[in-house]
């Protein structure tokens, strides 16, 4: 916890006043949903966090503002030692864009210890985006924690597997994206999520065949 405080609304004229209404059309090219958005870049919303440091009640506030880059300045703060599964579902169910789901997976949900219980409900959520984080999770996780062993993530493979099937974009990339940083752990994770990489293959649907030939194209370049 910070002993520097600041109010809502403080931090929201601050994002406002760091904003660039230009950005949005650079957003919405890249998929982003712009409409509660202000256009304030990620590194601004990085160097608030770095002030702000640690405060869970406030990343909780600005979350309910439902102001775009409010909610990942949250996930920027936010305590992983504080969040609840019942946050974690609440906040899932407000994702409307990849990146807002991305931030808050990378930034806050893979460092609670209800990261793999979650990867593992949300990868069967009919909501694209909640679906998304569920593979998200399981990418951020291979990525930050290093010390985790590979039962952890063979455990995942199969899940993977699974979900690969599912055509919509936002949800194959997840899907893809898990696969392969699983992979670039080490040898035994990479042999495994090859031959994962060739079972979802021999499920011949279009978005099986970009997951299966992308993750074993980079993975047996490493």
């Not at 958005?37 to 600005?62: C, Q, S």
């Not at 409900?121 to 996780?141: H, N, P, T």
């Not at 690969?164 to 999520?193: H, Y």
Request: hydrophobic share 45%; proline share 3%.
């Amino acid at each position: 916890m910070s002993d520097f405080t600041m109010s809502t609304e403080e931090i929201i004229n601050l994002l406002k006043q760091k904003s660039n209404p230009a950005n949005l059309a650079g957003m919405k090219r890249f998929g982003i949903e712009v409409e509660t958005a202000l256009g304030t870049p990620i590194p601004e919303l990085r160097k608030l966090a770095k002030i702000i440091k640690k405060d869970h009640n406030l990343a909780l506030a600005l979350w309910e503002t439902g102001i775009h880059e409010a909610r990942i300045l949250a996930s920027m703060i936010d305590d992983p030692k504080l969040v609840t599964t019942e946050q974690m579902d609440n906040w899932v169910g407000d994702f409307n864009s990849w990146d807002l789901c991305d931030q808050t997976c990378g930034n806050l949900f893979d460092k609670t210890p209800f990261a793999i219980e979650k990867a593992l409900q949300y990868s069967l959520a009919k909501e694209e985006f909640i679906k998304r984080a569920g593979f998200v999770l399981m990418a951020e996780y291979a990525v930050h924690h290093k010390k985790a062993d590979n039962q952890t993530f063979l455990a995942l493979l199969p899940i993977i597997e699974r979900e690969a099937w599912d055509e919509r974009n936002f949800v194959k990339k997840a899907v893809n994206w898990a696969l392969r940083q699983i992979g670039k752990r080490n040898d035994v994770l990479k042999n495994a999520a090859i031959d994962t990489a060739n079972k979802i293959l021999v499920q011949n649907t279009k978005a099986a065949k970009w997951i299966a030939n992308d993750a074993s194209r980079e993975l047996k370049n490493r």
